[in-house]
């Protein structure tokens, strides 16, 4: 049990410099989506305490406002880098491997089609 099943290390092996770098752009797209909850529980309790002063409070609350739109459309973006990063590295790297499977696949002597079934070769 656990033959030919690929490790971690074994995958990663496989991957190029520019993969790399996506891993890395995605991991820092993660860390600012991650930010993002914090910083939206210190907006949110700024805006309570605008509310504490009448004066100033529909002029504290439009700024704090701005502020929720603008960081919301700073997470978003980073959500959308990081899945992009992290699809795309999944995508290549999941290639490479079949391609790396289909090469040994078709390195293999005839007698090991002969003792394996053909149709059970994909599950394996």
């Known amino acids: 049990?656990?033959?030919g099943v690929a490790k971690v290390r074994d995958v990663y092996m496989?991957?190029?410099?520019?993969?790399?770098?996506?891993?890395?752009?995605?991991?820092?797209?993660?860390?600012?989506?991650?930010?993002?909850?914090?910083?939206?529980i210190v907006l949110f309790s700024e805006s309570l305490s605008a509310l504490s002063n009448p004066e100033d409070a529909l002029?504290?609350?439009?700024?704090?406002?701005?502020?929720?739109?603008g960081v919301g459309a700073c997470l978003l973006a980073a959500a959308f880098v990081q899945y992009v990063c992290f699809a795309k590295v999944a995508n290549r790297l999941s290639v490479r491997m079949q391609r790396a499977w289909y090469a040994a696949?078709?390195?293999?002597?005839?007698?090991?089609?002969?003792a394996n079934n053909p149709s059970g070769l994909s599950a394996k």
Do not use: C, H, K, W
């Open 1 to 3: 049990e656990g033959e």
């Open 14 to 40: 496989m991957a190029t410099r520019e993969d790399y770098l996506l891993l890395a752009l995605g991991a820092l797209a993660a860390l600012a989506n991650g930010l993002g909850d914090p910083i939206l």
């Open 59 to 69: 002029t504290e609350m439009s700024r704090i406002a701005l502020i929720f739109v």
């Open 105 to 114: 696949l078709l390195r293999q002597d005839v007698a090991f089609f002969d």
